[in-house]
């Protein structure tokens, strides 16, 4: 491997102190530090896209598809399990009261057929495939831990605004897994490229 002459420390001591950067706020999340657990997670995925500010980009671009394609798939389940009252049914915080199992399975597997067929009309998102589905899962789980319920970007009891609510919570928490990504980059500095090992 090349010597790095623009190395401003080792990896070790910048991810050390980005850690720090990012864990500091979070000690005041109380039951929302599961968005630190995003951030740290879409912190990897940066640093998958090459660790610069253009490789955040398209994580953010495609992140925020993702996310989107999960909060209408969940918007449709809750509209979805209004209108079907029939099967066993369940009570979940972040769903209407008794909403049966049959809706929810409909939902969820027509939505996500379509929100991933619909990749192929935007090919960013099949090469950025795993920013964007990060962005989903991520955005589930959000939605599934009530964490964008009566938050302050959603102080609200409706379901509709809870979802939305919890799709913006998801990208602050990763536009925070980014700067925290960047930063460590930054102190570590500018890497060299790699030597290609010859073929045999």
Known sequence: MFKNPNERMPMWLAVGLSVVVGIFPGLWFGSYSFVL???FTVWAVYLNFGGT???GGRVMLAYIGGGASA???QL??????QWMTFGPSFNNPVLPPNTHVVPVFIAYFIGFCVVVWWMKFRPQFLVDSLAY????????GVIF???GMNSYIAHNTNAYVYVIGALILS????????VIAFISVWLNGAKAPAEVPAKA
Not at 76 to 81: A, V
Not at 171 to 178: L, M, T
């Open 171 to 178: 990208i602050i928490s990763a536009f925070g897994g980014c």
């Open 145 to 147: 831990t009530g964490l």
């Open 37 to 39: 657990w995003l951030a």
């Open 76 to 81: 449709f389940n809750i509209r979805l399990s």
């Open 133 to 140: 589905f990060s962005g989903i899962s991520l955005t589930l």
């Open 71 to 73: 909060a209408l798939v």
């Open 53 to 55: 500010i253009k490789g």
